[in-house]
């Protein structure tokens, strides 16, 4: 197990290192286009990104969660199953929400929804195959789909800016594009890794049984993200959504540590917890790591903000400082004190308990961007994020701690 993760790790150091460098070039090269450009296009790519997670209804988890377990055993029918219930319900609930995206482009237009909800299937299965491959430890296959998306990202970008215009209608085109690529090379990937698989139409009443409240949580975290991000840019318009968007280039660094370690982190713990073998070990190895490396990375690009947001980004993004400083903070906390905790919660079963702390997470957030967001506008949301994360780290801490005193956890 030890070996796997290690292994794991670093395929993600080195694979997913490479997709992020690729993905924030990519956000260097739409921020030229000028702060409402990236506005619009930020605006329009959340809202697609929190319309593919509600509708694949927490079924990627589900999938890493009993892959991982059957797997491990070598239940191959059982694992057939899992694999086949996912990819039926993902692929009705991605055409289904086709549908509806459409149906809102006519009465509450977002520019450039219109090209990404075409893709919306295919975005689906990338996150189905990619949590499959999550759960049976292939980290560094999944790792490569991911980087795999961010380079055809930027090439198909770069290529339609090139030869056709400077147009924003290109960035959309160029990601749809780019989506479509990454679900060809997953299904080879996949067909590869587990050759014996047959997809059918089936249903597995335990992968529904654990996964609806999973499916709620995303569909609470989903509506509140992007109907936060619809209000934002309503309320101050695409240029300060595009100051948000540059803070937000930056800070996502500080949560490229917790994003190689995610995925590995969830299926070793499930699969010792299914073999009776204590994950405190793991998950204190896990917490320190992240404490030792995060709170110097944050302190550094804090100290560095101004002049990484004026020589990468430009003169105009300037005010971007104040809202990096918040969502630096913000994202700290949240892979220090938030998601190791909650997919301890969610390996033990405990989706319903996670599906109320989403509920009070995003009421805070909610409350705080209407308070906030007409007077400080990106700061405001910043600070709204800050609020959320910290109401929700400080609950599953409680929850797990009370778990742990009544001997439910080893």
């Not at 700290?332 to 998601?339: D, G, H, I, P």
């Not at 609020?387 to 956890?409: C, D, H, P, Q």
Request: glycine residues 8%; proline residues 4%.
């Amino acid at each position: 197990m030890k070996k796997l993760f290690i292994r794991g790790a670093a395929a993600g150091v080195l694979t997913l290192g490479f997709s992020k460098i690729f993905s924030f070039l990519l956000k260097l090269i739409i921020a030229r286009f000028g702060s409402e450009s990236f506005g619009l296009y930020t605006t329009a790519t959340t809202t697609f990104t929190s319309a593919v997670t509600f509708l694949a209804f927490g079924f990627p988890m589900s999938v890493t969660r009993f892959v991982s377990l059957y797997n491990g055993s070598q239940q191959k029918e059982k694992l057939n199953n899992i694999l086949s219930s996912a990819l039926t319900m993902g692929m009705g609930t991605g055409i289904a929400g086709t549908i509806a995206l459409f149906a809102w482009q006519i009465h509450y237009p977002i520019p450039g929804l219109n090209t990404l909800a075409f893709v919306v299937v295919p975005a689906i299965l990338i996150l189905l195959i990619k949590h499959a491959l999550f759960g049976m430890l292939a980290s560094e296959k999944a790792y490569f789909i991911e980087n795999f998306e961010s380079v055809f990202r930027i090439a198909a970008i770069s290529i339609l800016l090139f030869l056709f215009s400077m147009q924003i209608k290109n960035l959309f085109i160029g990601y749809a594009c780019a989506i479509v690529l990454t679900a060809y090379a997953a299904i080879v990937i996949f067909f590869k890794t587990l050759p014996q698989y047959r997809p059918k139409l089936t249903w597995s009443a335990p992968l529904y049984s654990y996964t609806w409240p999973v499916g709620i949580s995303e569909l609470i975290t989903s509506l509140t993200t992007a109907g936060t991000m619809i209000y934002f840019t309503a309320i101050s318009g695409p240029q300060n959504v595009g100051l948000y968007a540059a803070a937000l280039s930056l800070a996502s660094l500080i949560h490229l540590i917790p994003q190689v370690i995610m995925p590995i982190f969830f299926p070793a713990i499930t699969t010792a917890y299914g073999r009776g073998e204590s994950i405190w070990h793991l998950y204190r190895r896990i917490v320190i790591l992240l404490v030792a490396t995060l709170i110097p990375l944050t302190a550094l690009l804090n100290i560095l903000g101004t002049i990484l947001i004026n020589s990468l980004f430009g003169s105009d993004y300037t005010d971007s400082v104040h809202i990096f400083t918040l969502l630096s903070i913000a994202y700290t906390l949240y892979a220090m004190f938030v998601w190791p905790n909650r997919q301890i919660l969610d390996m033990m079963g405990k989706t319903k308990t996670n599906m109320v702390i989403s509920l009070i997470r995003s009421c805070i957030i909610i409350a705080c961007c209407a308070v906030l967001v007409p007077q400080w506008a990106g700061r405001g949301y910043g600070g709204a994020l800050l609020a959320g994360w910290f109401a929700e780290g400080g609950t599953t801490i409680t929850v797990l701690y009370i778990l742990k005193r009544r001997n439910s956890l080893r």
